[in-house]
C-alpha cells in the first residue's frame, strides 16, 4: 500500500494517529489546568513510566490543552550535559519580555526580569552558556544568593507574580525529569510548593521514569501531596487493538483480527513498538486486508529497525562490564531481579556489581521498584540482549 498514506508514525515523541487509553490523564490534566486558571489548589502532574510508553506524547497532548486554555507554554528537556538554571534561564526570559509588552498597568514584569538577571549572576549562568541577552540591572536581595534551592522559588515568584497581573497562566513542562541532580531537583520541588502554598498560576507538567517518584520523595518529603504520580503503562489488549484498527479504518484499510493478536502478543501493548509494527505491516501488505502472514513478514523487519535504533543507541552508550551486567539480567528472565542473583550469574560477589548498577540507574537503563530489585527501563531489552550478546561473556 501507499506509504505516503501510511497511517502510523513511529518516532519519539511522535503524535499516534489514535492516542488511546490515557483518557484518564488528559481528564486529571484538564481538570488541573482549570482549577489553577480559576485560582484553585491542585497537585501538579508528574507522568511517570518505562522508554516508549507515550510520556512525551503526552506532555505534548498537554501542553496543546494549556495552550489552548490560554496559558503561556514553556517546555523543557532535561539532560544530563545542562544545568537546571541554564534549561530555565532562556524561556524564561522570552516569557518575561513577552509579558511585558501586554497592554496593561504594572511593571511586575519589569521587576522579573532584574530578579531574572539576578539569578543568572548568583548562580553563574553564563552568556556563553545561554544566548540570554538581559541589558537590565539586577534585582538586589532577591532570587541572587547562589544557592539555587534558595533563589529558585524566589525567581519563580517574581514570574508568577508578572503572570499574574497579566492574568495569564503559565505551565511549565519538563520532560527526562529523572536527569536533574538531587540539588536541582529539590530546588524544583520548593519552587512549586509555593506556588501551592500562595495559589499563584504557575504549575509543573511533567514526566520521567519510574525512579522520578522516589528522587521526588528523598529530595523532599512532602512531594508526595504535592504532584500526582500517574503511572504510563502498556495499553490492554482492546486498546492496542484500537489503536491499530482505528487509524487503518479511517484510511479504508482493514486489519485482520488474528494479525491484530499477534502484534499485541510481539508488543505486549508498548505503544511505541505498536506504530512500529503498524508501520511496516502497513507498507508490506499490497492492499487490504493487513493479515497474520503480513505481519509475520514484517516482524523481522522490524526487529531489525528496533536492533538499529531504539536499543542500539542505548546499548551502544554501555560500558563492557555494564553490558555484562545487562545480559546476566536478562538471562535470569523476565520482570525485576535480584542484584544477589546478577552477581551470582556473573560469578561475582554482590558487593563488586554495586558501582555498576549504580551506573545503570544512573544512565536510566535500569530501575529498582523494591529494594535489592532492578528491571530494565526499556520494554523488550532483555530480547534485545540475547540477540546483541547471545553468550555471557
Known amino acids: 500500500m501507499d506509504p505516503v498514506k501510511n497511517p502510523f508514525s513511529p518516532g519519539a515523541g511522535a503524535p499516534p494517529p489514535e492516542l488511546v487509553g490515557r483518557e484518564a490523564i488528559l481528564e486529571q490534566a484538564r481538570v488541573l489546568l482549570a482549577r489553577i486558571k480559576a485560582k484553585r489548589p491542585e497537585k501538579s502532574i508528574l507522568l511517570t513510566g518505562l522508554r516508549g510508553v507515550g510520556k512525551t506524547v503526552l506532555l505534548n497532548e498537554i501542553e496543546r490543552m494549556a495552550a489552548k486554555n490560554g496559558y503561556r507554554t514553556l517546555a523543557l528537556e532535561a539532560h544530563e550535559d545542562k ?50 541577552g538581559l541589558d537590565i540591572d539586577p534585582e538586589k536581595g532577591t532570587a541572587d544568593s547562589g544557592d539555587l534551592e534558595s533563589d529558585l522559588p524566589n525567581l519563580f515568584v517574581a ?48 514526566a520521567g521514569l519510574p525512579i522520578l517518584p522516589g528522587l521526588a520523595g528523598e529530595s523532599k518529603s512532602y512531594a508526595e501531596r504535592l504532584f500526582s504520580f500517574p ?63 503480513i505481519v509475520q513478514a514484517a516482524t523481522p523487519i522490524v526487529i531489525e529497525r528496533l536492533d538499529q535504533s531504539f536499543f542500539r543507541v542505548r546499548f551502544d552508550r554501555l560500558t563492557p562490564s555494564e553490558k555484562r551486567f545487562l545480559r546476566a539480567m536478562a538471562g535470569l528472565g523476565p520482570g525485576p531481579q535480584r542484584s544477589g542473583d546478577i552477581a551470582h550469574a556473573l560469578g561475582v560477589k554482590i558487593n563488586s556489581v554495586g558501582p555498576v548498577r549504580a551506573s545503570l540507574i544512573q544512565k536510566g537503563m535500569i530501575y529498582s521498584p523494591a529494594h535489592g530489585d532492578v528491571t530494565f527501563t526499556v520494554p523488550l531489552f532483555d530480547q534485545f540482549m540475547f540477540r546483541a550478546m547471545p553468550k555471557l561473556k
Do not use: C
Not at 159 to 168: D, F, L, M, P, T
Open 231 to 293: 503511572g504510563i503503562g502498556a495499553l490492554s489488549e482492546a486498546d492496542a487493538t484500537k489503536a491499530l484498527r482505528e487509524p487503518t479504518k479511517a484510511a479504508g484499510v482493514e486489519f485482520k483480527g488474528n494479525a491484530l493478536k499477534e502484534i499485541f502478543r510481539l508488543t505486549q501493548g508498548y505503544p511505541y513498538f505498536l506504530q512500529e509494527w503498524g508501520y511496516q505491516a502497513w507498507n508490506r501488505a499490497p492492499a487490504s486486508p493487513i493479515t497474520l502472514q
Open 83 to 132: 544545568s537546571l538554571a541554564a534549561l530555565l534561564v532562556p524561556p524564561l526570559r522570552k516569557l518575561l519580555f513577552d509579558l511585558d509588552r501586554v497592554a496593561g498597568a504594572g511593571d511586575k514584569a519589569k521587576r522579573a526580569l532584574g530578579v531574572l538577571k539576578g539569578f543568572m549572576d548568583g548562580v553563574k549562568v553564563k552568556i556563553g552558556e545561554v544566548e540570554v
Open 159 to 206: 514570574v508568577a507574580e508578572a503572570a499574574e497581573e497579566r492574568k495569564i497562566p503559565v505551565a511549565l513542562l519538563i520532560d527526562e525529569l529523572q536527569y536533574f541532580n538531587p540539588k536541582e531537583l529539590s530546588a524544583l520541588i520548593m519552587g512549586m510548593h509555593k506556588m501551592q502554598q500562595r495559589q499563584m498560576p504557575m504549575i509543573l507538567l511533567g
